[in-house]
Each structure stands twice: as C-alpha cells, then as structure tokens.
C-alpha cells in the first residue's frame, strides 16, 4: 500500500512543479490545446455523421416497419458515437504526446534538470524520436484494446460486470497511461518500449497509484487538458525513482576488541 500512495504523491508533486514553474506549465498546455480542439472537431462531425453512416451499413433494415427500424438504427448510431468517445480518450494521451513530443521532452528535461544529478538525452534526431514515439503509441493501443475486448466480454456477467469489471477497465487504462507518460523521461534513458514495460512491471503498485486517478481526472476533457504537463512532470518523477540504484545496505559495524562484556 506504500508504493500506492508512493505513486499518488508523483503525481501531485508533477502538478505541484509547473504550478511552480509557470511558463513550462504554459507551454505545456499547447499541446493538450491542440489536440483537444482536433478532438472535439472530430466528434462533432461523428455526432452530425453517425446517423448517415448507420443507414449507409444496415441497407438491410430499410424495409422494416416502425419501430423497428428506429429502434436499431437509433441505438447503433449511440454506439457508433460512443465508440468514438472511448477511442478519443483512450487515444487523448499518446496523440498529445506526439504532437507536442519536443514541448514534453524540454519539459521532462527541466524536471531532471532541477531535482539533481545526470540528464540524459535520447541523442536521436527529432524525426526519429517522432517515429519512435508513434510505433510504441501504437503497440500500446494494441495491448489496451485488447484488454478492452475481454473486459467488455466479462460486462456481461450479472453484478460482476456492474462492479468489478469497471474498476479493471480504469486499473488497465491508468497502468497503460503511466507507460506513456514515462516514456518520455524513459526514452530519453535509452530504453525501448520492451525493457520499459518491464520496468514498469517491478512496481505495479507504484504505477497504478500514479495512473489510476489520472485515468479518472482524463474522463473529462478539459481536465485533461489542464493536467496535462503536472503529468510529465511527475511521470519524470516517477521513471526516476523506478530507474534509481538499490541504496546500500548498510552492514553493522564490527565489534571492537576492547569492547567490555560483562562475565
């Protein structure tokens, strides 16, 4: 339970940093900005475009008699929109991430930067840190959605899936979250999408007390855009604490000669 509240506090250190730290937090906002006006652009349009699109795939019910035919088609075209809040916040954090990659890695810097000690550098051109970025984003998305199928699957289940399945669903998308945040400070240490999984691995408790609230805080969007740079921030704490040597143990001391025992 330590390393829960250990991961919580990372995070509020991370917003806790660019509220002292004003113009990062600024140039921290670009980004989330940018990418939430293209977001809600884009589920504007699917809002105007759900219905048109549900009538173009079920040609088949253009016979059916009322209510029927309302029935479906009304309740596909709220599907189809949800369907596409769920991929816009599934896909809010990575697609913030590669807009704004440059912003986020200065940011990232500059918290290693003021806590001491080395800052590394991925040492790689722009475009390749871009691509690299991009692949791994997608490979996550991959794991995420998959999780996703089995756990809508188990929604099925009587009270199970009214209770415990929704709590999985935000443990799995607050884990996968972390990964993402921290691979901007982890990737700049050299570390491919494998070994940082791994890492991750070796503190899960740590990771979800980072990622789990921040999955719940990203449900609404603009939140999401305000937390946007504490969360770099503190996922930089966060990969340099999961980075950080093992301290020595320290050995007691030995017993001197002219110690007096008593008889």
Known sequence: MSDLGAGFGYLIKGQRWVLGHGRWFGFGLLPALVTLVVYAG?????????????????????????????????????????FGIFLAVI???????LVGQPFYESLSEEVDRSEGGEVPGSGLPLWRELWISARDSVRILVRVALY????????????????????????VTGYFLSEELTAVALQRRGMVLKDRLALLRTRRMMVLGFG???????????VAVLLMPGAVAGATLLARELTAPPSPVAEPAPSSPYTLHKD
Do not use: K
């Open 42 to 82: 884009a589920l504007v349009g699917l809002g105007y475009g759900a219905d048109d699109f549900v009538g173009w795939a079920t040609p088949f019910a253009d016979d059916w008699s009322s209510p029927w035919l309302g029935l479906l088609r009304n309740t596909l075209t709220v599907l189809v929109f949800a």
């Open 91 to 97: 896909t809010f954090t990575a697609a913030t991430l």
């Open 212 to 222: 789990v609230p921040l999955a719940l805080a990203f449900v609404v969007p603009f």
């Open 148 to 171: 996703g199928v089995v756990l809508f699957a188990l929604g099925f289940i009587p009270v199970i899936g009214q209770t415990v399945v929704p709590v999985l669903g935000f443990c």
